[in-house]
């Protein structure tokens, strides 16, 4: 069994996001980046695989600030190999970031043959699409999301997915291998890992590269961001004052106007 | 279709999802902008009944195919893809839910349009199409310009749920429906075994879109049905802090904050809650936050969008009668 | 030898080992330990079954995750063996490591403090935030390098949580007063990693180690004064090793020894009846028992009761060893609150003010009033709150 990872880094939104001068942009100087927290949870989902049935984890990351600590990370949890593709156009969107991917998984030898491919099923960054229905249809394999648990059929030629619908339902789905699979949550939340540990795959642990190529055509279809802005908190509540009943009718008005009815 | 705003209409256990409708109420307000029709898409089988929901809507295209009984992202992108070939619709408006996600990316994919994900609201200006999106879990909103109107189309917009109000495109008529021929090939890769209901055991919290909050303004255990009414009215589960956990008012699952649970729901009422720095950890990035505390200076107020100085206890009551009257007004609109 | 290099392997080859040799099996480390009568195995018997060869069995009963790190245990033993400083937190190294995973609100506090130099997830880049709300002009070493007498090392609680700002505020005021030179490190600093709670996690450690020791190297001053107690202990039991040789000082003996410049300051009558609680790493671990009660004393009005329990024999809040984010772990377990049983002593001597020295007493004896319904009787104050509150402007 091999499953491949695949991470990706978002912006850390814990500190402060600035907007990059011209206002379409995040300000890249200013940010720091961490792994996607549904591609953590793919990670642990491998990782829960590879405890139950015996596995061989590649991690395959996109190369941003701070990645190297991720796949250190990763292979401190037990990922067996770990590879960044390298030299992407800077600012690259999500369509891109899945074609560096498809890239890298062809291009590179042992990544490929691989029975699951696990992902995040959506990160918060993912302004033009998701990484892992384009990975899958590049590859021409099976794509489930919102995935929350991954179980292997006795034949390892199957898995048994749990995919989460609205109002607590979910539904468990027979998906043939190979597949891609979009993780919303693995079943357990990310483990920890002592930071000795990763302080020794440091030392210990080479990151391979895969060269980008450029992408064939270059342009995809026109998303453009016209302006950006910072959500900013108020800083205090917006005050509503009258009598219990004045009041209530008041803030009904308001989850209405929302749509949280 | 050709320019044409479209809805993907979500059908799930033989019901259309409220996001549809939601969805359809934003996609008529754009339609009208533009002055172009508004299509509902509805992929489904043996579902051809469910158009006249999509009242909404101007005409429904029905895409019929045994394959499309339950939601699989790639077998329903390809039969949108196969129903809109050779129209050149101008937006595909699809929910941002579980149910469909994955599908507006595929469509993009397959049409080589533009997909523009986390829209909260679109328009069009000046021949533009504009949406406003909310990036980087809610830190940043963006407009974005979803393709030229001679690109390469349609523009295919994922759009999170509460974009409208599901009353708003909710509309039952009898609506022109025009079938849609598809072929799909059954691969037998992905297949539905079984639904799991939700277990009977304690509600998860972080699941909850709504979360109503009790903290040590509730000052008695009797009070807590007032709350579990309240939860119930706005659809939602009763948590508390720290304190009230502490009492035993409520199970140690139910508790927010730094040594309980970390919660993002739509629309958090905090009721009675002073607002500790250990509680506001836990609650912060609630979508939207209502708190109800007797103390002006609570620290609650400088994290809550909405504030109403008062006894929790007493504000209660009056709120869940507000709910209901609002709700049996809805119904009867 | 470095306490940093001992690990369970080589601990017999170092006099602490021969130490635990000597053990009598006398149980007053039970006795004295606050969870000992919750723990499966307390202290004692952890040594015996060390001793035996029995150490799979320790490290597999969580029994080690309940020690606060109080050192009563340590300060009562006859033999004079470092359990707190040495022996448990080798120890709880190992639990940890055996634990199938962590609770996740340790967890949470770990990884934080990995990525963001603060326990409670705050964003780095605003540490030094509270600093535009002083009221006094501090300086950043970032922005003047000049050399200071002292570095004020802050730390997270007293950097970031609302009430330990007001030690901070206070503390400033209080310098600015006395004309001590002094700079901070701004958004720079991050947590020194206090030895209770992140010596069983080495390697987090000694990255903050690592990473704070570079940081000192860039300026130059004569001494360390910090606000957190915890970070007092690792500057001065763990830093050494990587060169930390800078006079270090806990903010409130640093005070006292200014009091006679104090004393002319504090002009504000406060009419408080209160009481002191001696924290564990300030107090058992290195006796500074004196210098606050000197400060308070030199209050004009105020008054000063004891609590049953003071001094060496003070009770832990249970914040110490982790236990800042075991809370409902604890709970889970059934285990009784620290800081409330703490609490009630303080109320019961009659005081209005509880006045504690360590950043994480506000926050847990606060939140135990609250709990127990105390708020209105009682009010937690930093020693340096009530100083500069008796300061009139």
């Known amino acids: ?37 549904s591609d953590d949870h793919a990670l642990e989902q491998a990782l829960l695989l590879k405890e139950r049935h015996g596995a061989k984890i590649t991690a395959l990351a996109l190369d941003a600030p701070e990645v190297d600590d991720a796949l250190f990370t990763a292979a401190a949890k037990g990922a067996d190999r770990v590879m960044k593709v390298v030299g992407m156009d800077p600012g690259f969107t999500t369509r891109e970031a899945a074609r560096y991917f498809s890239q890298a998984i062809a291009e590179e030898p042992g990544l490929l043959p691989a029975d699951l491919i696990l992902t995040g099923v959506q990160a918060i960054d993912d302004l033009d699409g998701l990484v892992a229905p384009i990975v899958a249809d590049g590859l021409r394999m099976p794509y489930l999301g919102i995935v929350t648990g991954v179980a292997l059929e006795a034949s390892a ?46 030392k210990s642990v080479k990151i391979e590269c895969s060269q980008a190529l450029t992408l064939a055509d270059g342009g995809l279809p026109l998303v453009g961001v016209v302006e950006m802005k910072r959500n900013e908190p108020a800083g205090h509540a917006e005050m509503l004052e009258g009598k219990p009943d004045q009041v209530s009718g008041q803030l009904c008005g308001i989850l209405a106007e929302r749509g949280l009815f | 279709m050709t320019g044409n705003i479209c809805v993907l209409a979500e059908q799930w256990r033989g019901q259309i999802t409220e996001v549809t409708y939601e969805t359809l109420a934003l996609g008529r307000e754009v339609a009208d902008q533009a002055g172009v029709p508004l299509t509902a898409i509805l992929p489904g089988s043996h579902c051809r009944e469910l158009a006249r929901f999509l009242g909404a809507a101007d005409a429904v295209v029905y895409i019929d195919h ?13 039969a949108v893809a196969q129903a809109m070939a050779g ?42 199409l504009l949406a406003d999106c909310v990036m980087y879990g809610g830190k940043i909103e963006a407009t974005v310009e979803a393709g030229a109107p001679s690109g390469p189309g349609p523009a295919i917009l994922g759009i999170w749920p509460g974009a409208r109000q599901a009353e708003k495109g909710r509309a039952e008529r009898e609506v022109p429906v025009t079938d849609a021929a598809v072929v799909l090939e059954d691969t037998g890769a992905i297949r539905l075994c079984r639904y799991i209901e939700p277990e009977a055991g304690d509600v998860d919290l972080t699941k909850q879109e709504v979360l109503v909050a009790v903290g040590r303004g509730l000052q008695d255990r009797a ?35 730094k040594s309980g649970l970390t919660v993002k729901p739509k629309l958090y009422v905090a009721l009675g809650i002073s607002g500790a720095p250990e509680h506001i950890e836990g609650m912060k990035d609630a979508a939207l936050i209502v708190a109800v505390n007797s103390d002006p200076q609570a620290p609650i107020f400088s994290v809550a969008h909405y504030g109403i100085v008062g006894d929790a206890v007493e504000t209660m009551p009056a709120l869940t009668a507000a709910v209901e009257a609002r709700k049996a007004a809805g119904q009867h609109a | 030898m470095s306490a940093c290099s001992v690990t369970l392997e080589t601990l017999p080859q170092h006099p602490e080992g021969k130490e635990i040799l000597t053990c009598l099996q006398c149980g007053v480390c039970a006795g004295a330990c606050p969870y000992g009568d919750v723990m499966e195995y307390p202290p004692r018997r952890m040594i015996a079954m060390m001793r035996a060869g029995m150490q799979e069995k320790v490290f597999t009963s969580d029994s080690l995750l309940s020690c606060v790190a109080c050192y009563a245990c340590m300060a009562k033993c006859p033999r004079g063996i470092r359990l707190t400083e040495i022996l448990l937190p080798l120890m709880k190294e190992q639990t940890l490591a055996y634990l199938p995973e962590l609770p996740a609100e340790l967890q949470r506090a770990l990884q934080n403090t990995l990525r963001y130099g603060n326990p409670m997830g705050e964003p780095s880049r605003k540490r030094a935030a509270w600093v535009k709300t002083a009221g006094v002009p501090i300086r950043s070493f970032a922005e003047d390098r000049r050399p200071a007498d002292a570095l004020w090392f802050v730390e997270c609680y007293t950097s970031y949580y609302p009430r330990g700002q007001d030690n901070s505020r206070a503390t400033a005021r209080l310098f600015h007063r006395l004309g001590v030179d002094y700079a901070i490190l701004g958004n720079e600093e991050k947590c020194a990693g206090e030895c209770g709670r992140l010596t069983w996690e080495p390697g987090l450690f000694e990255t903050l180690m690592d990473y704070n020791m570079a940081v000192f190297q860039k300026y130059q001053f004569n001494r360390v004064v910090t606000s957190c107690p915890h970070a007092h202990n690792a500057f001065k039991n763990r830093y050494p090793v990587l060169g930390f040789n800078w006079a270090l000082e806990h903010v409130t003996p640093f005070l006292a020894k200014r009091l006679d410049g104090l004393n002319a300051l504090l002009t504000r009558k406060l009419p408080y009846l209160v009481t002191y609680h001696d924290s564990c790493c300030l107090g058992r671990q290195n006796e500074f028992y004196e210098a606050p009660r000197q400060l308070l004393r030199a209050i004009p009005g105020v008054k000063l009761v004891e609590m049953v329990h003071n001094r060496v024999n003070s009770l832990c809040c249970g914040g110490g060893g982790g236990g800042m984010w075991l809370d409902t772990y604890f709970k889970a377990k059934g285990y009784e609150r620290l800081s409330e049983r703490r609490v009630r002593e303080a109320v019961a001597t009659g005081a209005d003010i509880l006045a504690v020295s360590c950043p994480y007493e506000i926050s847990r004896f606060e939140d135990a009033l609250k709990v127990l319904g105390y708020d209105k009787r009682m009010m937690v104050r930093d020693v340096t709150e009530l100083l500069a509150e008796a300061m009139e402007e």
């Open chain 1, 1 to 37: 069994m091999h499953i491949l990872v695949l991470l990706k880094m978002a912006p850390d939104v814990v500190e402060d996001l600035e907007i990059a001068p011209g206002g379409k942009a995040l300000d890249l100087d200013c940010l720091r980046m961490i792994l996607s927290e």
């Open chain 1, 157 to 202: 030629q199957a898995a048994r997915a749990i995919k989460e619908y609205p109002a607590g339902v979910r539904g468990e789905f027979l998906v043939q291998l190979p597949a891609v699979l979009g993780i919303q949550a693995a079943e357990k939340p990310p483990r920890y890992v002592p930071v000795a540990k990763v302080r020794a795959a440091m």
């Open chain 2, 66 to 78: 045994p394959l499309l009984a339950e939601t699989v992202p790639q077998t329903c992108a390809e």
């Open chain 2, 87 to 128: 129209e050149r619709p101008r937006a595909l408006l699809v929910p941002l839910t579980n149910i469909s996600l994955g599908i507006g990316t595929l469509i993009g994919v397959r049409l080589g349009a533009p997909v523009v994900n986390f829209c909260r609201d679109i328009r069009v200006a000046d021949g533009r």
């Open chain 2, 223 to 257: 009070n807590l049905p007032l709350a579990e009414e309240l939860a119930r009215a706005l659809g939602g589960a009763v948590c508390g802090s720290r304190p009230v956990i502490d009492q035993g008012w409520l199970p140690l699952s139910r508790q927010v904050g």
